[in-house]
């Protein structure tokens, strides 16, 4: 048995026959299963959504309480039969409420990683791998180049930068869900005790993280009357604005983005930033390599973006790999960066 | 090495001086010696290794990655250093403690590779590699391979020295060719805890003293008795420095107006000046190439810069010649503080002395009152100069009460330039040509200064000889920041990029052009390989012109 006998690629995204269900479909579809709340995963106007309770509060907050027909929440480890499939949700280390998607028929087990990192983040549930079968890997960050360094270190640089600057702000651009709260934990961790300044536009979610448990400490909204005085500050704010007019107002203000891209010099070089963090919400290349082998999957199917490698990686291991073109994703990230939310 | 490939990292990234300033002030500050001392010599480049070649880091690589996947990210990156930095295969990592050796710090570095012979190297490289993380080994790679271009030049490093201390740059770079890394005692001098380091330089440069673009608006607030006038010679400004050192050895070297020791590219001149009558003098003057009492155009004198040897043949050719318009030391006396008059009567007194053929004075221009200066700068050979006109750009008005006040001191010194449309611009993007030169990158845009940041103002195809297009499209490759699609933006800052004098024929106002103006017909008059992009044009000299020809 093969894993296109248990899944199948639709227009709308891949699709599980057996219970007919669609995984994060990029279209809206009768039922849904949804990994975690970025909106290139968990979009709007599915009939039934079942998703982790946490996904379906933040799909709540982004798309309204009407975002879908019917929800049916999924606490982690738990198995709901559907169809003649055992779903199950299992934390996934990428942002809060986020979950690999286990499905189990008579004949395979498989499993859809959505998106997930392996490394350290305060800020959610640690990723738990699932052996299994088969395997359908996420590769945002699938090239060898591309290996996160430890994130505390990154933020050390950040605060190395306010002592060497006291007198300008730094702007630090970061994914509004899930990157913005994991660099303001980080900073608290490291023994930031000022206020932490964010945009307007990540207020909804930071207050919903923590309302969740997640102690931020002392988050304040950035008004028009502050920004002239927030010299020495961090301010936290969508990787969009860090370009945009709202940042001239700052005091000389450096230009810091958070984000696995910043690993690659010309990538940060073309944005405009002057201090790139390389913290990243995705696997890097080593993790996805030790992820990939520890599921025991002889079955890979790989999504976003960089597949090439990881496909050649896994077929010189004697694995089956596949590269899933799915529209929806990959070219979201690109758009995404080019319109400032570097959407991870 | 991690501390100074952290700064290296933050210096690639920032774009005002002022903060790059700030960054090497508070890292020399807080690193130790010698480490902060090898740091200053990289920066200036006072390093080189010469058996570290990018071949032997390929080689690594190769040994240690897939091919396909190496293929695949060189061409992500597009960047060899940077790629291998990357994807440097790190023992047994781990996701907190990865490594188990204290990475090499830089003076470790720059003692093992002096050491080291050609076959150690890759050794040497991979343990290294190992044990620093990827902006370590990032840092590394572009130091031993000669390519670290992080908009920082030796002046800016020196001048974040000066700043431990409250020196100015220039006290600096008056004891600098005295000192080695790793500048012990020029740090312990900065800092207070030891006297000036001996000047043993016998030879030193000395900032020189630069002029103002003069505006026509300007006449009506200077005095034509006040002034000076000098022709603006066509050739390259240099300063000439003998003297003696501790042994008693005669030195004489050949500067650049930058600080550049170029005494290598004129065997002929510095040959001239070492006799016993020379003395201990500094002289500020114009290298031309005279040949039969004439002086050749520039073009002839490019035939003799930036050459690494010289040709006997060369030499007799194209002689090099002094055209002196200043004396600044004489025999130890420093004459700086001195007035423009009394300088020029020592150097009158001392060319007539010496009666070298090498050596002559730049003439006094006569003239009675502006619209008499005018005549001249326009008609040079009626007004004195003869058959040397065409090597004349302009005049030079330099008050006669002026001290020699290093840098560009407003209100002294002022070069009012033969053709009105004329901008120094510096070279931002190249792109290839068309037809026969579709394979050279031959259509250049270029930029001035507006604040600390280049606007462009104009792309030019013309004007170059194919020998100056074969030594641009080699610029091009060799300092490419960025690339877009078929344009390569050039690595271009304060500190670093290439000067274009651009001729053209008119200027109008422009909506569609970020800088606001587009010129007519710009062609590239000269490639200003001697000139720092700092010293590039202000907008604000288009702007005027704007208003002048509007
Ligand atoms: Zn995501
Ligand atoms: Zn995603």
């Known amino acids: 048995m093969s894993l296109s006998d248990l899944l199948t690629l639709t227009p709308a995204g891949l699709y599980c026959p057996e219970a007919d269900v669609h995984i994060d479909p990029v279209r809206p579809v009768p039922r849904a299963l949804i990994t975690h709340g970025h909106s290139d995963h968990a979009r709007a106007g599915h009939g039934a959504v079942m998703a982790t309770p946490q996904t379906l509060a933040i799909m709540a907050l982004r798309y309204g309480e009407d975002f879908c027909t019917t929800r049916q929440p999924a606490d982690y480890g738990e198995i709901v039969r559907v169809g003649s499939i055992d779903v199950s949700f299992h934390p996934a280390g990428h942002v809060l409420g986020s979950a690999q998607i286990r499905l189990k028929s008579s004949k395979i087990c498989a499993v859809v990683s959505g998106d997930y990192k392996c490394a350290r983040d305060p800020t959610c549930a640690p990723f738990e791998l699932q052996r299994c079968d088969a395997f359908v890997t996420e590769a945002t960050f699938g090239l060898p180049v591309f290996r996160h360094p430890d994130a505390a270190h990154e933020v050390a640089r950040l605060m190395e930068s306010c002592r060497l600057f006291p007198d300008r702000a730094h702007l630090v651009g970061a994914y509004s869900l899930g990157k913005a709260q994991r660099v303001m934990k980080l900073l608290r961790e490291a023994g930031w005790d000022r206020p932490i300044w964010i945009h307007g536009a990540m207020e909804k979610i930071t207050d919903f993280y923590q309302q969740q448990g997640v102690d931020l400490g002392e988050i304040r909204k950035v008004t028009a009357a502050d920004r002239p005085k927030l010299a020495g500050d961090v301010i936290v704010c969508p990787p969009g604005q860090l370009t945009d007019l709202w940042s001239r107002k700052f005091p000389d203000p450096v230009a810091a983005f958070a984000s696995g891209w910043m690993r690659v010099r010309a990538r940060a070089r073309q944005r405009g930033v002057e201090l790139p963090l390389v913290v990243s919400d995705h696997v890097d290349w080593d993790d996805l390599c030790a992820s990939v082998v520890a599921t025991g999957a002889s079955e890979i199917w790989v999504t976003h973006g960089a597949e090439d490698a990881i496909v050649h990686w896994c077929r010189m291991r004697g694995l089956d790999a596949q590269p899933l073109h799915m529209i929806g994703y990959g070219d979201e990230d690109v758009e995404n960066m080019a319109a400032g939310e570097a959407n991870e | ?550």
């Open chain 2, 1 to 550: 090495m991690n501390r100074f490939a952290e700064l290296l990292d933050r210096l690639a990234y920032e774009s005002s001086r002022n903060n790059k300033l700030r960054m090497m002030t508070d890292y020399f500050r807080r690193v130790e010696d010698p480490e902060r001392g090898y740091a200053l010599a990289a920066m200036t480049g006072a390093l080189s290794f010469t058996h570290a070649k990018p071949g032997v880091v390929r080689a690594l690589i190769a040994e240690r990655t897939d091919p396909v996947l190496f293929d695949m990210s060189y061409d992500y990156v597009g960047d060899l250093s940077e790629t291998v930095a990357l994807m440097w295969p790190t023992p047994q990592r781990a996701h907190q403690d990865r490594r188990n050796a204290a990475p090499p710090t830089l003076s470790e570095v720059v003692h093992a590779l002096e050491q080291a012979g050609k076959t150690d190297i890759p050794r040497l490289l991979a343990d290294w590699l190992d044990d620093l993380d990827e902006t370590g080994r990032w840092a590394l790679l572009k130091l031993i391979t000669g390519s670290l271009r992080i908009g920082v030049s030796a002046r800016l490093a020196k001048t974040a020295v000066a700043a431990l201390g409250d020196l100015q740059p220039n006290e600096i770079e008056e004891v600098w060719h005295g000192l080695e890394p790793p500048y012990i005692d020029l740090f312990a001098w900065v800092e207070g805890r030891e006297p000036k380091p001996d000047a043993r330089d016998p030879a030193p440069f000395r900032t020189p003293m630069l002029s103002h673009a003069l505006e026509e608006t300007d006449f009506r607030n200077l005095e034509p008795e006040d002034f000076v006038a000098e022709w603006k010679w066509d050739g390259i400004r240099v300063q000439a420095v003998t003297g003696v050192d501790a042994t008693g050895r005669r030195v004489q070297r050949l500067y650049s107006r930058t600080g550049e020791d170029i005494s290598n590219s004129f065997p002929d001149l510095v040959e001239a000046f070492s006799g016993e009558a020379f003395g201990e003098l500094t002289i500020d003057g114009e290298l031309l190439i005279l040949r039969d009492g004439l002086v050749e155009p520039f073009s002839i004198l490019q035939q003799r810069l930036n050459r690494k040897t010289v040709s006997t043949k060369l030499m007799t050719q194209y002689p090099a010649h002094i055209r002196a318009y200043d004396l600044l030391a004489e025999n130890g006396e420093d004459l700086r503080p001195l007035t423009f008059v009394e300088r020029r009567e020592r150097l009158e007194k001392l060319v007539s002395r010496l009666a070298h053929d090498r050596l002559d004075l730049s003439p006094r221009v006569t003239f009675a009152d502006w619209e008499a200066l005018a005549a001249a700068r326009r008609d040079p050979a009626s007004a004195g100069a003869g058959a040397d006109a065409e090597a004349i750009e302009g005049v030079m008005l330099k008050r006669r009460d002026s001290i020699y006040v290093p840098g560009r001191p407003k209100g002294l010194w002022y070069k009012w330039k033969r053709d009105p449309y004329n901008v120094d611009a510096v070279l931002m993007y190249a792109q290839r040509g068309h037809g026969k030169r579709s394979s050279f990158y031959s259509d250049f845009t270029f930029g001035v200064w507006r604040g600390e940041e280049l606007v462009p103002v104009g792309k030019a195809y013309f004007g170059f000889t194919d020998q100056e297009l074969l030594q641009l499209d080699k610029y091009v490759r060799n300092h490419t920041r960025n690339r877009f699609g078929p344009v390569r933006e050039m690595d271009f800052s304060r500190d670093e990029g290439l000067v274009l004098e651009i001729a053209f024929e008119g200027l109008n106002r422009s909506t569609r052009h970020k800088s606001g103006v587009a010129m007519r017909f710009p062609r590239v008059s000269r490639i200003r390989w001697d000139k720092p992009a700092r010293e590039a044009d202000e907008i604000g000299a288009l702007e005027a012109l704007l208003k002048v020809t509007a």
